[in-house]
């Protein structure tokens, strides 16, 4: 553990055999903060940002809605009432270069806003995404740069669709236009990532079998640490530490479980929750302590595959996802598919009041985050690009106007918000891929 004598630094660890437990931002740390005597809404506050990916599209008649603000929400969004007031939904958006209309380009040009080379083979070419450029400005300030995550074993190779290199819907983040990073879908090799300290990835599995838990490893640390705190603080990080021996605690279960159970379906990983709903909360609070913790500042998250085969018979749909949003506008199947979408959109909704509820400095870790979440396809069923599903959802810290419903009467450029979103956490550009400028509006000005 690394201390001083006036105040711990913002980078503090409790180490022990195999880990590297972060600690979330306390009242001991602010004096050594060189960030400590900005002002409360200042952007430099707001240095966290997110990506969540909804796979082919939506209904967009249940999803958009019908006022300006959020206060009468549409069926598919309706489970976001709780914390709508931190939620802008953007309307006709587009992302022109993913044209001809594919589920490849879907995907790969969500973050990227770029034009994919129509190629099979491994001389594929896109163009360096939006995380990846916030990485590069932001990342070297945290542990891990970067984290991508997704939600499905991404094992397909060669043609996926329509010409298309599978490499351009396995990976939403590309760290340049020839390096795509692939994303993990295993909760237990996430937390590796997370909380393991040095050696191999087998090297930190190896050490986590040889404890009950990782954080009986720093037991000697932590007591050191809680003799330097205040009371405040002290619950602060008892709350943290039992949020990730929680976590840990819920891995670990779905790891005996898999041992015993049926083999999983070709989209999960084994060793995983059987339940998806489950399985995206794990990983959803993983994203939440990865926050929480500074490890990273900037992640993505894929929620399922374009294409995917996925069923979601919890929510009462056995139909499998992709073959649903061809509906070829038979009711009863848009039905289906747009319960899909309501689904995922309420994962995402129990994510922003986990991050609404935890304090963080003079607000919550929502106040000092911005999560992008939405589609590169608008209507699946025609395989078009424009008026896409889009939220943005943030706090305080940016000066974030939430309740809204921003809607363009004319198509607008995806990497416009892009644009707008690298600014918000300090990262200025003159233009991203294809953008024309800034989304006014989003955010209240800034006063001098």
């Known amino acids: 553990m690394i201390v001083t004598k006036k105040a711990l630094p913002r980078r503090t660890f409790l180490r022990g055999l195999g880990a590297a437990v972060s600690l979330p931002l306390l009242d001991a740390m602010v004096p050594a903060m060189t960030a400590a005597a900005e002002t409360p809404a200042s952007p430099a506050k707001l240095r966290r940002l997110g990506f969540v990916y909804m796979p082919m599209g939506c209904d967009v008649a249940r999803w958009t809605p019908l006022g300006e603000t959020l206060d009468e929400l549409s069926p598919t969004l309706a489970s976001l009432k709780p914390v709508r007031r931190h939620v802008a939904a953007i309307t006709n958006l587009e992302l022109r270069n993913a044209y001809p209309g594919t589920h490849a380009t879907s995907n790969c040009a969500f973050l990227s806003a770029a034009r994919a080379k129509h190629t099979e083979s491994t001389d594929y070419y896109l163009g360096t995404t939006v995380d990846q450029v916030a990485a590069k400005a932001i990342g070297g300030e945290t542990p891990l740069p970067s984290l991508e995550m997704a939600m499905d074993l991404l094992s397909v190779v060669g043609q996926c669709d329509n010409g298309y290199a599978c490499v351009y819907q396995n990976n939403l983040s590309w760290s340049s236009p020839t390096t795509p990073l692939p994303a993990e879908a295993h909760p237990r090799i996430v937390f590796e990532r997370l909380f393991g300290e040095g050696g191999s990835a087998a090297d930190r599995r190896a050490a986590l079998r040889r404890r009950a838990s990782l954080l009986d490893a720093v037991t000697d640390d932590l007591a050191r640490l809680r003799g330097r705190l205040g009371p405040a603080d002290r619950d602060r990080v008892g709350r943290y530490l039992d949020t990730v021996r929680e976590v840990e605690r819920r891995i670990r279960r779905a790891e005996l479980a898999a041992k015993d159970g049926a083999l999983p379906d070709l989209d999960r990983p084994a060793g995983v929750p059987a339940s998806y709903a489950e399985h995206a909360r794990l990983m959803f609070d993983l994203q939440a302590l990865a926050l929480q913790g500074d490890v990273t500042r900037v ?150």
Do not use: C, W
């Open 299 to 448: 992640i993505t998250f894929q929620l399922a595959r374009e294409t995917s085969g996925r069923t979601y018979p919890e929510i009462g749909v056995p139909d499998s996802h992709h073959p649903l949003t061809h509906h070829g506008n038979d009711p009863a199947k848009v039905a289906r598919m747009a319960k899909i979408n309501a689904f995922h959109v309420s994962l995402f909704a129990g994510f922003l009041e986990k991050l609404a509820a935890t304090p963080e400095g003079d607000g919550s870790l929502l106040d000092h985050s911005l999560y992008l979440y939405g589609s590169g396809m608008g209507n699946p069923n025609v395989h078009d690009h424009t008026n896409l599903p889009i939220l943005v959802a943030g706090g305080a810290a940016g000066r974030m106007r939430g309740n809204r419903h921003i809607r363009f009467e004319e198509p607008v450029p995806l990497a416009n918000l892009h644009l707008t979103l690298l600014d918000k956490v300090g990262v200025r550009l003159d233009a991203f891929a294809d953008s024309r400028g800034k989304i006014d509006g989003l955010f209240e000005p800034i006063s001098i």
